[in-house]
């Protein structure tokens, strides 16, 4: 009981194309992993192929004890952990509930990098994404929710009907 107090959720960054093997090896080691996956229909030449892609390229998160950080480590594929503010950034709970919600719903999702202007900060009252809090902002001349994941150096960006959402 007292361990599971004391685990947080780390971002990890991976080798390049490495996140599904660096995922299922920890899985074996019995670490708790997550890696969120979204299908993004590609096109080659000569044909078209939905496939499953990590959404932070790169990128998963542990959820771990800090005595499980060497072991994270020593995993194949596992580069190291990300810091924030000279400490090994975690992740608060609410924001991998955030993005397992947006992934559980079939909502068109777009992650950058770019720094978005902070803007009103809202909560959806309705529809599949009820309770997601996060910023409205106007970008590329449509109306999308902005959650930033301020540890990881990334943004989700969600389309959002003015109508689902309120002010906080």
């Known amino acids: ?29 019995g670490i708790e992993a997550y890696l969120p996956l979204q299908k993004t229909l590609k096109q080659w030449s000569d044909r078209k192929k939905w496939i499953t892609e990590p959404l932070f390229k790169s990128y998963l998160f542990v959820h771990i004890t800090q005595k499980q950080q060497t072991e994270v480590l020593m995993t194949k594929g596992i580069v190291r952990f ?10 608060p709970d609410q ?10 719903n079939d909502v068109e999702l777009e992650v ?3 720094h978005i202007s902070p803007g009103e900060k809202i909560i959806i009252k309705a529809g599949p994404l009820i309770g997601l809090t996060g910023e409205m902002v106007s970008y590329r001349s449509q109306k999308q929710l902005v959650i ?17 959402v309120d002010r906080l």
């Open 1 to 29: 009981m007292l361990k599971e107090a004391s685990s947080k959720w780390y971002p990890v960054y991976t080798r390049s194309r490495s996140e599904k093997q660096a995922f299922e090896l920890l899985q074996k080691k």
């Open 82 to 91: 990300l810091y924030h503010s000279g400490k090994i950034a975690n992740m």
């Open 95 to 104: 924001q991998i509930d955030e993005i397992q919600l947006l992934l559980a």
């Open 112 to 114: 950058t990098s770019e």
């Open 148 to 164: 930033r994941l301020e540890n990881l150096g990334q943004t989700i960006l969600v389309n959002a009907a003015a109508a689902l």
